[in-house]
C-alpha cells in the first residue's frame, strides 16, 4: 500500500479502524516501518496481523523520527472483512466497546514502550494522514546544571546552559504562519515544504521548558530544527534577525543543529467533523507551491479567506 493513496471506505471488502496509540520511542527506529529495523508501525503491523491472521499495515498521522515519541498518535488500518471477526472474543466483558477485546490483546501481545489504548471503527473518509487539520507537539527540555532527573530521562533533553526564552518567543514570532520551512527540513525528492506554523510558545517551570509547536502538518526533522534553531537564540548566539532570514532559505541550513530526539512528543492530531473529512483530503493531497505563499499572504486581510484554525 502507498502512503499516498486515498482513504479507502468502509466497504469493498475492508473495514477501516481508527487507532489512538502512545509509545516511547526511545528504542525505535521511528515510526514508519523499515526492513531490518525495530519501529513502532512494524511491531504494531506484526500483532495486528497475527490477530486477524492476515498481513495488514497501519497508517499514522505523523511519521515520528528515531527517539520521538507520542502520547497521542492516530493511526488507521484496512482490515479485510472477512478477518475482522478475529478481533471479537466469545464473550464480551459488560459495557465494553466493540474493539475493548482487541485492545486488551494488544496490551498482551505489544511490549511495554507502545500502547494502543483506542479501536473504533473510522467514519466514512477518515484518513489518519490526509483528513489532520492539525498536529501538536511538546520539546521538553532541563537547564539543571545537574542535567534530567532520572525519571524524565528518557522524555527530556538536557540543557545544562541558560537560555532567555523571551529572546526564544521573540524569535518564534517570525516563525508563525505560513511559510516555506526549507531551511528546517531534511531533503526529501518531490516533498514540499511549505508549511502553516500555527503556534510555537513557550512555558517554563523551574529547571524545566516546554516549547509548544502546532501546525497543519510537519516535514522531516522540522519541529526539532525549530527547536535547535531557537536555542541559538536562547543562548544570544543568533537574532531575530537572523530567524527571519532563514525563511528564504531553499534547503536546509546548516547554521544550527536541530535539539536532540529525546526530548519531543507528538501529544494531538485534530480532525474536521465527519462530515468534512473528505474535503479536508482532497486539501491535504493537493500539493502547495512557493507561489501559494505569497497568495495565501495577500488574502490574510480577509476574515473570510482564512483556513481552518
Known amino acids: 500500500m502507498n502512503d499516498n493513496v486515498p482513504a479507502i471506505e468502509s466497504d469493498g471488502g475492508h473495514v477501516r479502524l481508527r487507532m489512538n496509540i502512545a509509545y516511547d520511542g526511545t528504542e525505535f527506529a521511528g ?3 523499515q ?3 525495530r519501529t513502532v508501525a512494524g511491531v504494531i503491523d506484526d500483532a495486528l496481523s497475527t490477530v486477524f491472521q492476515v498481513p495488514v499495515q497501519v497508517r499514522g498521522a505523523g511519521r515520528t523520527d528515531s527517539g520521538v515519541h507520542a502520547a497521542g498518535q492516530v493511526a488507521h488500518v484496512d482490515v479485510p472483512i472477512d478477518s475482522l ?13 466493540e474493539f475493548g477485546p482487541l485492545v486488551r490483546r494488544l496490551a498482551k501481545m505489544l511490549t511495554a514502550d507502545v500502547r494502543v489504548f483506542e479501536i473504533i471503527r473510522a467514519p466514512s473518509g477518515f484518513d489518519a494522514r490526509f483528513s489532520a487539520l492539525r498536529r501538536h507537539y511538546v520539546y521538553r527540555l532541563s537547564t539543571a546544571p545537574y542535567g ?20 526564544m518567543a521573540a524569535a518564534a514570532g517570525e516563525l508563525v504562519g505560513l511559510h516555506d520551512f526549507a531551511a528546517f527540513c531534511r531533503h526529501r525528492d518531490g516533498a514540499t515544504t511549505i508549511r502553516e506554523l500555527q503556534r510555537l510558545d513557550f512555558t517554563r517551570d523551574g529547571h524545566q521548558i516546554a516549547v509548544q509547536v502546532s501546525a497543519d502538518a510537519f516535514c522531516w ?6 527547536v535547535g534553531a531557537l536555542l541559538a537564540v536562547g543562548e544570544h548566539r543568533r537574532d531575530a534577525a537572523w530567524i527571519a532570514g532563514l525563511l528564504t532559505a531553499t534547503r536546509r541550513s546548516s547554521d544550527f543543529a536541530a535539539a536532540p530526539a529525546r526530548g519531543l512528543t507528538l501529544v494531538g492530531v485534530d480532525y474536521p467533523p465527519d462530515s468534512e473529512l473528505d474535503a479536508r483530503n482532497l486539501i491535504t493531497r493537493d500539493v502547495r507551491t512557493a507561489s501559494d505563499t505569497g497568495q495565501q499572504l495577500a488574502r490574510a486581510d480577509s476574515p473570510r479567506s482564512q483556513r481552518p484554525g
Open 148 to 167: 534530567v532527573e532520572p525519571h524524565d530521562a528518557r522524555f527530556v533533553a538536557a540543557w545544562p546552559r541558560p537560555l532567555d526564552i523571551d529572546a
Open 221 to 226: 526533522n522540522m519541529v526539532r530544527s525549530l
Open 35 to 37: 526492513t531490518g529495523q
Open 31 to 33: 515510526w514508519a516501518s
Open 85 to 97: 471477526p478475529r478481533a471479537y472474543p466469545r464473550s464480551r466483558r459488560e459495557g465494553e466497546s
